[in-house]
Protein backbone atom coordinates (compact mmCIF):
# COMPACT_ATOMS: atom_id res chain seq x y z
CA UNK A 1 0.00 0.00 0.00
CA UNK A 2 1.17 3.06 -0.60
CA UNK A 3 1.47 6.03 2.03
CA UNK A 4 -1.48 8.05 1.52
CA UNK A 5 -4.16 8.49 4.49
CA UNK A 6 -6.81 5.59 4.01
CA UNK A 7 -10.52 6.34 3.73
CA UNK A 8 -12.56 6.15 5.80
CA UNK A 9 -14.97 3.02 6.05
CA UNK A 10 -17.86 5.76 4.82
CA UNK A 11 -15.58 7.40 2.12
CA UNK A 12 -14.92 3.46 1.06
CA UNK A 13 -18.26 2.62 0.62
CA UNK A 14 -19.24 5.63 -1.23
CA UNK A 15 -16.27 4.96 -3.85
CA UNK A 16 -17.48 1.46 -4.07
CA UNK A 17 -21.15 2.82 -4.94
CA UNK A 18 -20.11 5.43 -7.35
CA UNK A 19 -17.69 2.87 -9.05
CA UNK A 20 -20.28 0.13 -9.51
CA UNK A 21 -19.04 -1.80 -12.44
CA UNK A 22 -14.78 -1.54 -10.77
CA UNK A 23 -13.91 -4.74 -9.89
CA UNK A 24 -12.69 -4.90 -5.94
CA UNK A 25 -8.84 -5.64 -6.64
CA UNK A 26 -8.85 -2.71 -8.95
CA UNK A 27 -10.95 -0.50 -7.05
CA UNK A 28 -8.88 -0.94 -3.46
CA UNK A 29 -5.54 -0.43 -5.49
CA UNK A 30 -7.34 2.79 -6.77
CA UNK A 31 -8.04 3.63 -3.12
CA UNK A 32 -4.44 2.49 -1.57
CA UNK A 33 -6.05 0.23 0.14
CA UNK A 34 -6.20 -3.79 0.60
CA UNK A 35 -8.94 -5.86 -0.77
CA UNK A 36 -9.63 -7.08 2.77
CA UNK A 37 -10.02 -3.46 4.02
CA UNK A 38 -12.45 -2.61 0.97
CA UNK A 39 -14.64 -5.33 1.95
CA UNK A 40 -14.02 -5.16 5.72
CA UNK A 41 -16.06 -1.48 5.49
CA UNK A 42 -19.22 -3.34 4.32
CA UNK A 43 -19.30 -4.91 7.90
CA UNK A 44 -23.03 -3.90 9.25
CA UNK A 45 -23.96 -3.27 5.47
CA UNK A 46 -23.26 -5.80 3.09
CA UNK A 47 -21.22 -8.29 4.58
CA UNK A 48 -20.54 -10.17 7.69
CA UNK A 49 -17.28 -11.30 9.13
CA UNK A 50 -16.73 -15.13 9.54
CA UNK A 51 -13.52 -16.74 11.62
CA UNK A 52 -11.15 -18.23 8.95
CA UNK A 53 -11.59 -21.40 10.54
CA UNK A 54 -10.92 -23.44 7.35
CA UNK A 55 -11.36 -26.85 9.09
CA UNK A 56 -15.45 -26.07 10.19
CA UNK A 57 -15.60 -23.96 6.40
CA UNK A 58 -14.65 -26.81 4.39
CA UNK A 59 -16.66 -29.84 5.82
CA UNK A 60 -19.92 -26.95 6.11
CA UNK A 61 -19.56 -26.14 2.71
CA UNK A 62 -20.30 -29.81 1.60
CA UNK A 63 -24.21 -29.58 2.56
CA UNK A 64 -24.17 -26.03 0.24
CA UNK A 65 -23.71 -27.80 -3.08
CA UNK A 66 -22.98 -26.80 -6.03
CA UNK A 67 -20.94 -23.16 -6.15
CA UNK A 68 -17.88 -21.44 -7.87
CA UNK A 69 -14.55 -21.82 -6.06
CA UNK A 70 -12.00 -19.10 -7.27
CA UNK A 71 -8.32 -18.71 -6.60
CA UNK A 72 -5.98 -16.15 -8.02
CA UNK A 73 -2.51 -14.80 -7.81
CA UNK A 74 -1.41 -11.24 -9.47
CA UNK A 75 -1.91 -12.52 -13.15
CA UNK A 76 -3.92 -15.09 -13.06
CA UNK A 77 -7.59 -16.28 -12.09
CA UNK A 78 -8.81 -20.07 -11.86
CA UNK A 79 -12.50 -20.47 -11.20
CA UNK A 80 -14.20 -23.90 -11.00
CA UNK A 81 -17.93 -24.96 -10.72
CA UNK A 82 -18.56 -28.21 -8.59
CA UNK A 83 -19.67 -29.34 -4.88
CA UNK A 84 -16.68 -29.28 -1.79
CA UNK A 85 -16.67 -32.70 -1.21
CA UNK A 86 -14.07 -35.75 -0.67
CA UNK A 87 -12.19 -33.08 2.13
CA UNK A 88 -9.48 -33.66 4.69
CA UNK A 89 -8.93 -31.03 7.34
CA UNK A 90 -5.24 -30.48 9.02
CA UNK A 91 -4.21 -27.66 11.01
CA UNK A 92 -1.36 -27.15 8.27
CA UNK A 93 -2.43 -28.50 5.39
CA UNK A 94 -6.44 -29.00 4.42
CA UNK A 95 -7.49 -30.79 0.61
CA UNK A 96 -10.25 -30.69 -1.11
CA UNK A 97 -10.20 -33.77 -3.47
CA UNK A 98 -13.58 -33.51 -5.54
CA UNK A 99 -14.36 -34.59 -8.83
CA UNK A 100 -14.51 -30.54 -10.03
CA UNK A 101 -12.74 -28.51 -6.76
CA UNK A 102 -9.11 -29.73 -5.99
CA UNK A 103 -7.39 -27.66 -3.62
CA UNK A 104 -4.38 -27.85 -1.34
CA UNK A 105 -5.01 -25.10 1.09
CA UNK A 106 -2.30 -23.65 3.84
CA UNK A 107 -4.70 -22.27 6.60
CA UNK A 108 -2.16 -20.86 8.94
CA UNK A 109 -2.31 -18.22 5.76
CA UNK A 110 -5.96 -17.49 6.03
CA UNK A 111 -6.24 -14.46 8.31
CA UNK A 112 -9.64 -12.33 7.68
CA UNK A 113 -13.25 -13.70 6.38
CA UNK A 114 -15.90 -12.50 5.23
CA UNK A 115 -19.72 -13.37 3.95
CA UNK A 116 -20.43 -10.73 1.47
CA UNK A 117 -24.07 -9.81 -0.22
CA UNK A 118 -23.79 -8.11 -3.67
CA UNK A 119 -27.34 -6.68 -5.20
CA UNK A 120 -26.94 -6.93 -8.92
CA UNK A 121 -30.56 -5.43 -10.37
CA UNK A 122 -32.76 -7.76 -8.84
CA UNK A 123 -30.29 -10.03 -7.91
CA UNK A 124 -28.71 -11.03 -4.81
CA UNK A 125 -24.99 -12.14 -5.19
CA UNK A 126 -23.54 -14.24 -2.11
CA UNK A 127 -20.14 -15.00 -1.55
CA UNK A 128 -17.34 -16.10 0.85
CA UNK A 129 -14.15 -14.53 1.05
CA UNK A 130 -10.78 -15.20 2.91
CA UNK A 131 -7.89 -12.87 2.93
CA UNK A 132 -4.09 -13.13 4.16
CA UNK A 133 -2.99 -11.01 6.65
CA UNK A 134 -1.67 -8.24 4.36
CA UNK A 135 -5.13 -8.02 3.06
CA UNK A 136 -4.59 -10.09 -0.17
CA UNK A 137 -7.27 -12.47 -1.27
CA UNK A 138 -6.55 -16.06 -1.20
CA UNK A 139 -10.11 -17.75 -1.83
CA UNK A 140 -13.35 -17.49 -2.48
CA UNK A 141 -16.79 -19.13 -2.57
CA UNK A 142 -19.31 -18.24 -4.49
CA UNK A 143 -22.67 -19.53 -4.70
CA UNK A 144 -25.08 -20.40 -7.82
CA UNK A 145 -28.57 -20.45 -8.34
CA UNK A 146 -28.10 -24.32 -7.70
CA UNK A 147 -26.72 -23.48 -4.00
CA UNK A 148 -28.41 -24.70 -0.85
CA UNK A 149 -29.05 -21.21 0.60
CA UNK A 150 -30.04 -22.78 4.33
CA UNK A 151 -26.81 -24.58 4.07
CA UNK A 152 -24.67 -21.22 3.32
CA UNK A 153 -26.96 -19.05 5.49
CA UNK A 154 -26.25 -22.12 8.75
CA UNK A 155 -22.60 -22.12 7.91
CA UNK A 156 -22.24 -18.48 7.90
CA UNK A 157 -23.97 -18.26 11.37
CA UNK A 158 -21.81 -21.29 12.62
CA UNK A 159 -18.53 -18.94 11.43
CA UNK A 160 -19.87 -15.44 12.43
CA UNK A 161 -17.17 -13.16 14.56
CA UNK A 162 -18.44 -11.27 17.35
CA UNK A 163 -15.55 -8.87 15.56
CA UNK A 164 -18.09 -6.82 13.12
CA UNK A 165 -15.74 -3.45 13.32
CA UNK A 166 -16.06 -2.06 9.24
CA UNK A 167 -12.09 -1.87 10.20
CA UNK A 168 -9.39 -4.40 9.60
CA UNK A 169 -5.64 -4.45 10.53
CA UNK A 170 -3.54 -5.13 8.28
CA UNK A 171 -0.06 -6.32 8.15
CA UNK A 172 2.67 -5.98 5.77
CA UNK A 173 3.13 -8.44 2.68
CA UNK A 174 4.90 -11.34 3.62
CA UNK A 175 8.90 -10.97 2.81
CA UNK A 176 11.11 -12.73 0.40
CA UNK A 177 8.82 -15.12 -1.87
CA UNK A 178 9.31 -17.79 -3.98
CA UNK A 179 10.94 -15.69 -6.48
CA UNK A 180 13.91 -14.43 -4.16
CA UNK A 181 17.19 -15.85 -3.79
CA UNK A 182 17.86 -17.24 0.40
CA UNK A 183 21.15 -17.23 0.26
CA UNK A 184 21.94 -20.46 -0.88
CA UNK A 185 25.12 -22.40 -1.88
CA UNK A 186 24.16 -25.24 -3.20
CA UNK A 187 26.43 -26.41 -6.19
CA UNK A 188 24.98 -27.62 -9.39
CA UNK A 189 26.35 -31.23 -8.77
CA UNK A 190 24.49 -31.22 -5.69
CA UNK A 191 20.96 -30.32 -7.04
CA UNK A 192 21.33 -32.33 -10.27
CA UNK A 193 22.30 -35.04 -7.49
CA UNK A 194 19.64 -34.93 -5.56
CA UNK A 195 17.27 -33.72 -8.46
CA UNK A 196 18.15 -37.11 -10.28
CA UNK A 197 17.36 -39.38 -7.24
CA UNK A 198 13.38 -37.63 -7.03
CA UNK A 199 10.83 -40.91 -7.11
CA UNK A 200 7.74 -38.37 -6.44
CA UNK A 201 7.22 -35.07 -7.61
CA UNK A 202 6.20 -34.08 -4.22
CA UNK A 203 9.47 -33.99 -3.36
CA UNK A 204 10.34 -30.81 -5.21
CA UNK A 205 9.66 -28.62 -2.92
CA UNK A 206 11.43 -30.68 -0.17
CA UNK A 207 14.95 -30.55 -2.21
CA UNK A 208 14.41 -26.57 -2.92
CA UNK A 209 14.07 -26.27 1.06
CA UNK A 210 17.19 -28.16 1.81
CA UNK A 211 19.25 -26.60 -1.00
CA UNK A 212 17.56 -22.88 -0.40
CA UNK A 213 17.30 -22.44 -3.67
CA UNK A 214 13.87 -20.68 -5.43
CA UNK A 215 11.96 -22.71 -7.75
CA UNK A 216 13.03 -20.72 -10.79
CA UNK A 217 16.82 -20.66 -9.79
CA UNK A 218 16.68 -24.64 -9.59
CA UNK A 219 15.09 -24.69 -12.65
CA UNK A 220 17.89 -22.08 -14.32
CA UNK A 221 20.64 -24.07 -12.54
CA UNK A 222 19.94 -27.47 -12.98
CA UNK A 223 20.81 -28.22 -16.87
CA UNK A 224 18.95 -28.66 -19.55
CA UNK A 225 17.94 -32.18 -19.55
CA UNK A 226 15.92 -31.68 -16.99
CA UNK A 227 14.66 -27.79 -17.48
CA UNK A 228 14.93 -25.66 -20.71
CA UNK A 229 13.37 -22.56 -21.07
CA UNK A 230 10.72 -21.65 -23.78
CA UNK A 231 8.92 -18.66 -25.90
CA UNK A 232 7.14 -17.02 -23.54
CA UNK A 233 4.03 -17.64 -26.22
CA UNK A 234 4.74 -21.30 -25.65
CA UNK A 235 1.69 -20.62 -22.91
CA UNK A 236 -0.89 -20.07 -25.86
CA UNK A 237 0.40 -22.64 -28.12
CA UNK A 238 -0.22 -24.69 -25.13
CA UNK A 239 -3.72 -23.78 -24.82
CA UNK A 240 -4.49 -24.52 -28.55
CA UNK A 241 -3.18 -27.55 -29.47
CA UNK A 242 -4.50 -28.78 -26.19
CA UNK A 243 -7.90 -27.56 -27.21
CA UNK A 244 -7.70 -28.95 -30.93
CA UNK A 245 -6.83 -32.07 -29.35
CA UNK A 246 -9.29 -32.33 -26.25
CA UNK A 247 -6.10 -33.42 -24.33
CA UNK A 248 -6.83 -34.15 -20.38
CA UNK A 249 -4.48 -31.55 -19.05
CA UNK A 250 -3.72 -30.40 -15.02
CA UNK A 251 -3.81 -26.39 -14.55
CA UNK A 252 -2.30 -25.21 -11.20
CA UNK A 253 -2.97 -21.08 -10.01
CA UNK A 254 -2.25 -20.44 -6.34
CA UNK A 255 -0.60 -18.26 -3.71
CA UNK A 256 0.29 -18.63 -0.43
CA UNK A 257 -2.75 -19.43 0.82
CA UNK A 258 -4.24 -22.44 -1.75
CA UNK A 259 -3.70 -23.70 -4.45
CA UNK A 260 -6.81 -24.80 -6.82
CA UNK A 261 -6.39 -27.45 -9.54
CA UNK A 262 -8.54 -28.24 -12.48
CA UNK A 263 -7.93 -31.64 -14.63
CA UNK A 264 -9.00 -32.71 -18.11
CA UNK A 265 -9.08 -31.33 -20.92
CA UNK A 266 -10.47 -27.69 -22.33
CA UNK A 267 -12.57 -26.42 -25.17
CA UNK A 268 -13.02 -22.59 -25.32
CA UNK A 269 -9.86 -20.67 -25.56
CA UNK A 270 -10.55 -16.82 -26.13
CA UNK A 271 -7.69 -14.12 -26.17
CA UNK A 272 -8.94 -10.86 -25.17
CA UNK A 273 -6.07 -8.22 -25.33
CA UNK A 274 -3.48 -9.47 -22.90
CA UNK A 275 -5.34 -12.01 -21.38
CA UNK A 276 -5.88 -15.65 -22.55
CA UNK A 277 -8.80 -16.93 -21.33
CA UNK A 278 -10.02 -20.67 -20.88
CA UNK A 279 -14.71 -20.27 -20.86
CA UNK A 280 -15.55 -23.79 -20.33
CA UNK A 281 -18.95 -24.95 -19.05
CA UNK A 282 -17.50 -25.52 -15.05
CA UNK A 283 -13.49 -24.13 -15.59
CA UNK A 284 -12.60 -20.46 -16.62
CA UNK A 285 -9.28 -18.79 -16.64
CA UNK A 286 -8.07 -15.69 -17.30
CA UNK A 287 -4.13 -15.72 -17.47
CA UNK A 288 -2.30 -11.90 -18.22
CA UNK A 289 0.07 -12.96 -20.70
CA UNK A 290 1.99 -9.81 -20.87
CA UNK A 291 2.74 -10.50 -16.70
CA UNK A 292 4.27 -13.64 -18.10
CA UNK A 293 8.59 -13.36 -18.10
CA UNK A 294 9.67 -16.79 -18.65
CA UNK A 295 8.14 -20.42 -19.30
CA UNK A 296 10.42 -23.30 -18.66
CA UNK A 297 9.33 -26.93 -19.24
CA UNK A 298 10.58 -29.05 -16.42
CA UNK A 299 11.31 -32.58 -16.41
CA UNK A 300 11.09 -34.57 -12.76
CA UNK A 301 11.80 -38.01 -12.42
CA UNK A 302 9.09 -40.24 -10.89
CA UNK A 303 9.26 -44.18 -9.86
CA UNK A 304 7.00 -44.29 -12.94
CA UNK A 305 9.17 -42.43 -15.22
CA UNK A 306 9.71 -38.83 -15.37
CA UNK A 307 6.96 -36.61 -15.95
CA UNK A 308 7.24 -32.93 -17.84
CA UNK A 309 5.74 -29.39 -16.29
CA UNK A 310 5.00 -25.53 -17.67
CA UNK A 311 5.48 -23.27 -15.78
CA UNK A 312 5.34 -19.46 -16.20
CA UNK A 313 6.89 -17.33 -13.50
CA UNK A 314 6.47 -13.52 -13.63
CA UNK A 315 9.82 -10.28 -13.51
CA UNK A 316 9.89 -11.70 -9.62
CA UNK A 317 10.38 -14.85 -10.36
CA UNK A 318 7.37 -15.88 -9.18
CA UNK A 319 5.50 -18.79 -10.20
CA UNK A 320 2.08 -17.65 -12.22
CA UNK A 321 0.78 -20.90 -13.89
CA UNK A 322 1.57 -24.60 -13.88
CA UNK A 323 0.94 -27.40 -16.18
CA UNK A 324 0.72 -30.92 -16.50
CA UNK A 325 -0.24 -33.66 -18.47
CA UNK A 326 -3.34 -35.46 -16.28
CA UNK A 327 -2.11 -38.15 -14.51
CA UNK A 328 -2.51 -40.60 -11.67
CA UNK A 329 -0.22 -42.18 -9.21
CA UNK A 330 1.25 -45.15 -10.96
CA UNK A 331 0.84 -43.81 -14.06
CA UNK A 332 3.08 -42.84 -16.21
CA UNK A 333 2.99 -39.22 -18.50
CA UNK A 334 0.66 -38.97 -20.95
CA UNK A 335 2.41 -39.42 -24.45
CA UNK A 336 1.15 -36.47 -26.20
CA UNK A 337 1.62 -33.83 -23.40
CA UNK A 338 4.84 -35.01 -23.36
CA UNK A 339 5.44 -34.95 -27.39
CA UNK A 340 3.57 -30.95 -26.80
CA UNK A 341 5.87 -30.21 -24.39
CA UNK A 342 9.54 -31.37 -25.63
CA UNK A 343 8.24 -30.04 -28.76
CA UNK A 344 6.98 -26.28 -27.93
CA UNK A 345 9.65 -23.57 -29.43
CA UNK A 346 12.48 -23.12 -27.16
CA UNK A 347 14.84 -20.28 -26.40
CA UNK A 348 18.16 -20.25 -25.43
CA UNK A 349 18.73 -20.40 -21.31
CA UNK A 350 19.89 -17.38 -19.93
CA UNK A 351 23.27 -17.54 -17.27
CA UNK A 352 22.70 -19.45 -14.54
CA UNK A 353 21.09 -17.58 -11.74
Known amino acids: MDQRVKPSPEEIRRARKDNPKMRERDLAAQLGISEAELVAAHCGVAA ?3 EPRVNDLLTGLEAVGEVLALTRNESAVHEKIGVYDKVVTGNHNAMVLGENIDLRIFPKVWAHGFAVEKRDGGEIRRSLQFFDAAGEAVHKVHLRPASNLYAYQKLVASLESSNQEPTVAILP ?4 GEGEAEGSVATIDDLRDRWSRM ?3 HQFFGMLKTLKLSRREAVR ?5 YAWLLDNDAVRAMFHHAAEGRMP ?3 FVGNRGCIQI ?3 PIQSVKPMGPWIN ?3 ETFHLHLRTDHVHEVWAVRKPTKD ?3 TSLEAYDANGGMIIQFFGKRHEGESEREDWRFLAENLPRIPNPTAA
Open 249 to 251: IMC
Open 48 to 50: VRV
Open 262 to 264: HSG
Open 221 to 225: MVGQD
Open 305 to 307: GHV
Open 278 to 280: VLD
Open 199 to 201: TDV
Open 173 to 176: SAAG
